[in-house]
């Protein structure tokens, strides 16, 4: 090997030095194991101590030694200052990599729910919330949906028990709500006009599952009553909130409909153009109307001194279209796959 005395001198020095810097328990090891480990630098100055010439042996050895020693002694001290590498305490290792813990995030539908409110919540619409079991009342008379209409049919709602009696004796039905309108009917029962709320929540129907139809899914209700609100004021909101949601180009046209509780009554389209994955020229995206003078008359307005306007929509529907979301049964499926996507 041939090391000389003088390089016993410079190994001191370095070995020194790199544990005084060694600052982390890595750079220590790292230092230990290039001085004094098996196959480290000192370890070979012993093992050259039979190569020295006789006359020289002795007091080469004698350095050779001294170099392991100071050494030892300056990684003790470094590894009191660093800490070991090794585990401080059964079951505990400080230098083990941390556990990963993956931040959660908010469900494509709330976040569908929350933008679409934001947007409202700029116009002066309030936000409010109403029960998800209802009464005939709220779901339907009020909504001018009157006994016998087909919309109040056992097949195509989830009656439940039957609550009550009621002041008349008779027993009151409660079903889970099949539209957010009753949250209408439930606002104007509470504060007189002007209103202007949104409000979104969960609806049921009995529907048979497939790619576009569920039994839970999402609306989102608005409503606006005042003096002189006028069809005008609908559209310019609704044209308003579509341009927000779908983009600064996104086209819709009205198209005459009927709903019980609004007179006169229209569906919103888009245009799919700026939907590649679609075939359609047009999209439903909700239905609005004035709002019916029954409905007025129901909570106490007199239809005489003010106007309102409404609307509904569905958040899975306006969802899939935005995102090109094929089947609505992976808004409940779990899988991560999907909702990380959003
Ligand atoms: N409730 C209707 C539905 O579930 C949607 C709707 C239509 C709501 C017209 C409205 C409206 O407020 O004015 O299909």
């Not at 539908?109 to 700029?122: A, C, Y």
Request: charged share 25%.
């Amino acid at each position: 090997m041939g090391y000389q005395l003088s390089d016993i001198t410079t190994l001191l020095a370095e070995g020194l030095k790199a544990f005084a810097d060694a600052s982390t328990p890595d750079r220590l090891e790292e230092a230990r194991r290039k001085y004094l480990g098996g196959k480290g630098l000192a370890k070979a100055v012993l093992g050259g101590v039979k190569d020295v010439p006789k006359e020289q042996r002795g007091e080469f050895g004698k350095a050779a030694n001294l170099l392991n020693k100071q050494l030892e002694e300056a990684c003790a001290a470094a590894k009191a200052r660093v800490g070991d590498a090794k585990p401080v305490a059964a079951g505990l290792d400080l230098t083990k990599p941390g556990t990963k813990h993956e931040l959660g995030h908010q469900h494509i539908i709330s976040q569908t729910i929350r933008e679409i409110v934001d947007i409202f919540s700029r116009i002066g619409f309030a936000e409010v919330e109403g029960p998800e079991v209802e009464d005939e009342a709220h779901n339907f008379e009020k909504l001018n949906i009157p006994q016998g209409h087909p919309a109040r049919n056992e097949q195509d709602n989830f009656y439940l028990r039957v609550a009550g009696p009621d002041w008349e004796g008779k027993p009151v039905p409660l079903l889970l709500r099949s539209q957010t309108s009753t949250i209408q009917v439930r606002t104007m029962e509470r504060q007189q006009p002007p209103v202007r709320v949104i409000a979104p929540g969960r609806v049921y129907r009995p529907d048979t599952v497939d790619a576009t139809h569920h039994y839970m899914f999402h609306q989102i209700e608005g409503l606006a009553v005042d003096k002189g609100i006028t069809f005008g004021d609908l559209k310019s909101v609704l044209e308003l909130f579509v341009r927000e949601y779908f983009g600064a180009n996104a086209k819709m046209r009205l198209r005459p409909h009927y709903f019980p509780f609004t007179e006169i009554s229209a569906e919103v389209d888009i245009s799919a153009e700026m939907f590649s994955h679609l075939k359609k020229p047009w999209l439903e995206i909700l239905g609005c109307g004035m709002v019916h003078p029954n409905v007025l008359r129901a909570v106490g307005y007199d239809p005489e001194q003010v106007t309102g306007f409404a609307f509904g929509m569905g958040v899975e529907r306006i969802a899939m279209l935005k995102h090109g979301i094929p089947d609505i049964r992976h808004f409940t499926a779990n899988d991560m796959r999907f909702l990380r996507q959003f």
